[in-house]
């Protein structure tokens, strides 16, 4: 069980796009096109933003959107805002039940 | 109001058993996939544990044979009792409702607040 694949940072300036990568394997990300991401602020629980790689749960910006190309997965945040500053983290559904997180991407917007 | 309520961290030496607890409210506990997420200090997020709906239950390598998930359909309570506890269990622990299609799961879209949990001599 090896946690996914995230860079451990990005930054863009306001209004900017950005976008985070996700590397799985062909038994996690590759097989199941399951990817959800997640938004937590400091001190919070984390949000969910993306789910079935780029569906938006209600209330979530549509300039959060989501993507899948083989075994990595993508997270895009289009026209950034200060407050979309946070670590970001995506998770995948595995092989035998079980779950993988991406290590974590902080964000910063300059 | 959808809500999941953690309980039960503390400090607790290497070696010891705790138990955390999750209430929820306008949430049926025994009907929805219910898994347990850690989060060691400064550190990512790590899947813990999941039970399905239908009592089936999952693990993380790290946890197998220590930590065993249940619930409490009467008190709409999960658990999450940790035994032969190591300085790495060292974490805030959130519980959270897994959304799924068929048995696979595709998210977790309700998050408690979380509970700390030391584990330290």
């Known amino acids: 069980q090896s946690a996914l694949t995230q860079p451990a940072s990005v930054s863009g300036s306001p209004g900017r796009s950005i976008t985070i990568s996700c590397t799985g394997t062909?038994?996690?990300?590759?097989?199941?096109?399951?990817v959800s991401w997640y938004q937590q602020h400091p001190g919070k629980a984390p949000k969910l933003m993306i789910y079935e790689g780029s569906k938006r749960p209600s209330g979530v910006s549509n300039r959060f959107s989501g993507s899948k190309s083989g075994n990595t997965a993508s997270l895009t945040i289009s026209g950034l805002q200060a407050e979309d500053e946070a670590d970001y983290y995506c998770?995948?559904?595995?092989?035998?039940?079980?779950?993988?997180f991406g290590g974590g991407t902080k964000l910063i917007v300059l | 109001e959808v809500q999941l309520v953690e309980s039960g961290g503390g400090l607790v030496q290497p070696g010891g058993s705790l138990r955390v607890s999750c209430v929820g409210s306008g949430i049926t506990v025994s009907s929805n996939y219910m898994s347990w997420v850690r989060q060691a200090p400064g550190k990512g997020l790590e899947w813990v544990s999941v039970i399905y709906s239908g009592g089936s239950t999952y693990y993380a390598d790290s946890v197998k044979g220590r930590f065993t998930i249940s619930r409490d359909n009467s008190k709409n309570t999960l658990y999450l009792q940790m035994n032969s506890l190591r300085a790495e269990d060292t974490a805030v622990y959130y519980c959270?409702?897994?959304?799924?299609?068929?048995?696979?799961?595709?998210?977790?879209?309700?998050w408690g607040q979380g509970t700390m949990v030391t584990v330290s001599s």
């Open positions: 062909s038994s996690d990300v590759g097989t199941y096109n399951l």
């Open positions: 998770c995948s559904f595995a092989n035998s039940g079980t779950l993988l």
């Open positions: 959270a409702r897994a959304r799924h299609d068929y048995g696979v799961i595709h998210a977790f879209d309700i």
